[in-house]
């Protein structure tokens, strides 16, 4: 989970990632953000993540993001 914060902390460096968990509901990810998440999620864990999963559910959170990753097979 420590690579996960750490690319969420290169988005935007000023939140708590650990400790929100309203990230698409409270604004914090926009979806410019998602797609650049997803892309970097993508490249450091080797998954794909597809049009399917491009659900505000599965961002909204580190848990969610997490349980996404786990999946889709992802070594976290």
Do not use: A, F, Y
């Given at each position: 989970m420590n690579k996960l914060i750490e690319i969420l902390?290169?988005?935007?460096?000023?939140?708590?990632w650990e400790y929100e968990d309203a990230?698409?509901?409270?604004?914090?990810?926009d979806s410019f953000d998602i797609i650049t998440l997803v892309n970097e999620l993508n490249d450091a864990f080797g998954v794909e993540i597809g049009l399917?999963?491009?659900e505000p559910e599965n961002f909204n959170?580190?848990?969610a993001i997490t349980a996404l990753l786990s999946e889709l097979g992802a070594e976290l």
């Open positions: 902390q290169d988005l935007h460096s000023d939140v708590d990230l698409v509901d409270d604004g914090l990810l399917e999963h491009l959170s580190v848990g």
